[in-house]
């Protein structure tokens, strides 16, 4: 703790706090039941969070830790992305189960194309360097997935529980950003400071509006967010997807 810069010792207090008070209260309303693994992820973000409080920054352990934690996380990423199609897609099963399919399939080939540059480059001598190099496809392929949902909601009026367009609207934020500064990481020393700043400042953000949207009246309120520019069309639109989600479910019977 005592390494890091002052800006960031406040911002990883802040951060904790925050990740805190966020999981007891998804836990008293009930909401860890409902989003399961967004839950266990905020959870797993807090216990990493306490690293640096516990491990001297520049020690072997602290890169240990670093490098399984992160890994559990990035794999906890990918299970809240598959969360969030289930549940914003949970009244059209045809469409969730393609679209499940498809995450599945593309995760494999991200994981096979991070692999493939061990077999022709040389080998990172770091475990940092492998962390990095497993990263990079798949954080790619969840951030596509995330701009993929968004702009399905962006289009079809699906109507949707309040917390859940609030989920998704902070991970839209959050990822990204998250994904983006793993990729600068690539960059060199230079960044860090940088980095981590900019880092931990959404990440705080993004908590705090979580923990002020978040509530259990949030799951009854229903919320349409998809083509406000044009309310007329939202009878075409939803019968429109309901034929999609009929097709595919007949597709998927045979």
């Known amino acids: 703790m005592r390494q890091l810069p002052i ?7 802040l951060e904790i706090a925050a990740l805190l008070i966020l999981c007891v209260r998804m836990w008293m309303a009930g909401l860890h039941r409902v989003y399961v693994n967004f839950f266990r992820y905020l959870v797993l973000e807090f216990l990493q969070a306490l690293i640096p409080l516990l491990v001297p920054l520049k020690s072997h352990l602290y890169r240990d830790l670093f ?24 009244n059209l099963q045809g469409i969730a189960s393609v679209a499940r399919r498809y995450i599945k399939i593309t995760l494999a ?73 793993a990729f600068l990481q690539n960059l060199g020393y230079f960044w860090n400071r940088q980095k981590s700043n900019v880092d931990m400042g959404v990440t705080l953000a993004c908590l705090v509006f979580w923990l002020l949207a978040l509530s259990r009246q949030g799951e009854n309120k229903r919320v349409v967010v998809g083509h406000q520019w044009k309310p007329g069309d939202e009878q075409r639109l939803l019968a429109q997807l309901e034929a999609i989600n009929a097709s595919l479910l007949r597709s998927g019977r045979k």
């Open 7 to 13: 800006e960031q010792q406040i911002l990883l207090i």
């Open 67 to 90: 490098v399984v934690s992160d890994g559990l996380i990035v794999a906890f990423e990918a299970l809240v992305v598959l969360e969030l199609y289930s549940v914003i897609l949970r």
């Open 109 to 181: 080939l991200a994981i096979f194309v991070a692999l493939l540059p061990l077999t022709i480059e040389k080998t990172p001598n770091t475990l940092t360097g492998y962390l990095f190099i497993f990263e990079r496809p798949i954080l790619s392929s969840l951030i596509v997935f995330v701009l993929l949902i968004c702009g399905f909601l962006v289009y079809y009026p699906v109507p949707l529980g309040r917390n859940v367009i609030v989920y998704l609207a902070g991970y839209a934020v959050y990822f990204p950003m998250i994904a983006a500064m």
